[in-house]
């Protein structure tokens, strides 16, 4: 049985290969150019709030495109829709290049571009999430998920260190136009696609885009369990124990080290995760998926747990740094953890849904993965203003550790649910 990252989707499946290598470049692209974003924004206004604006600009057109697009991808042939968002998305980011190749000065254009991007994404993103299963065998979507993971993580990791060099060293012309010519390797992964139109559906009658569309899809995770948990599974998560919020106060106050530490732990979590899908070659083995969905998530939370036990011990028990140290470690296990429950939850859900509802379910799936971290980044900005962030971390994490736990007795059925017989 293999320990290393399986390759074989890489190896045996020339389409897969195609769209792996065009959309881990454009990923990079991507996380280059919300840095770059980010910076842009705060040297136009000088102002933190106008940098936080930005996630607003980005969430609203996630949630609205992420379900309507769903709908789109399950009624059309899906390598033309996903062709179409990367194709906004390449606009998008020339755009981006051009205004810095003017100088432009206004901050509202950079956020009309966030907005525009990330509307293709929630598109393009489930689009691709929902051509693996027509292109690989149901036995490779574990070892596909987890490459996708491991792309993200090392995107996460590598796209803001060049968007930091390429800033220094040539401005934001330098950064947007990079993204810009990266962008272009995931067009070429779904131009090489055969057409993937909707498979027919023996009984159903024709239906639409729009919004009763939309409503079929919560009415299939509406009765449908184990699906509908791996939703529910990452809203607990994110909701209850999301530490982004707390990390400018770790590197500012608690830890010390100001940017250099905020930037650290972001990192060290996205370590975490290249690390474990590297050894991630059994992850295909697994038959009890919905089980090791809850022990990861069970992991996440102890891990986020050990991050404020950290910020507690820092100065105090232990120095400053060697209580970084602590919370870098945790927040590498809480990387891994969440990269293995990202694995799983993303096979059920392709698995274990019906063709016609991938789209649907994976623009849902887009909405839950960039709402949910919002919330919980909200919720505990609230909550660490009156028990501080190191006690949030703590009750967080063990808040998520306990509703885990009642979410898997309430449905048993999860946890024994078996790859084999995929059963929604």
Known sequence: ????????????????????????????????????????????????????IVGFC?????????????????????????????????VSSLLCALQAWLGNTQVWVLYALVALWNGAFAVSSPARTSIYPRILPRELLPAANALSVFAMNASMTV????????????????????????????????????PLPPEPQEGAAPSRPGLRSVLDGFAFLATRPNVRMTFVADICAMLLAQPRVLFPAAGAVIFGGGARTVGALSAAAAVGGIVAMFFSGRLGHVRRQGLAILVSIVGWGFAIAGFGAAMLAAGGVMSRSAALWLGLVAMAVAGASDSVSAVFRTTILQAATPDHLRGRLQGVFIVVVAGGPRLGELAGGFLASGIGEAMTAVVGGLACVVGITVLGRMQPGFARYDARHPTP
Not at 29 to 52: F, H, K, M, N, P
Not at 62 to 89: E, K, N, W
Not at 176 to 189: E, K, P, Q, S
Request: aromatic share 10%; charged share 10%.
């Open 58 to 90: 980005a969430l609203v057109p996630l949630v609205v495109m992420g379900l309507y697009g769903g709908t789109l991808i399950d009624h059309f042939d899906r390598r033309t829709v996903g062709l179409i968002a990367q194709a906004v998305a390449f």
């Open 159 to 194: 796209g803001p260190l060049m968007a930091g060099f390429l800033v220094d060293w040539g401005g934001f012309k330098a950064a947007y136009t990079t993204d810009a010519v990266i962008t272009t390797a995931a067009l070429w992964g779904l131009a090489r696609l055969q």
């Open 1 to 52: 049985m293999p320990l290393l990252l399986d390759l074989t989707p890489l190896r045996g499946h020339a389409a897969y290969r195609r769209l792996y290598v065009g959309f881990t470049l454009s990923n990079v692209g991507s996380q280059l150019a919300v840095v770059a974003i980010g910076l842009q924004v705060y040297e136009l206004t000088r102002s933190t709030a106008a940098v936080g």
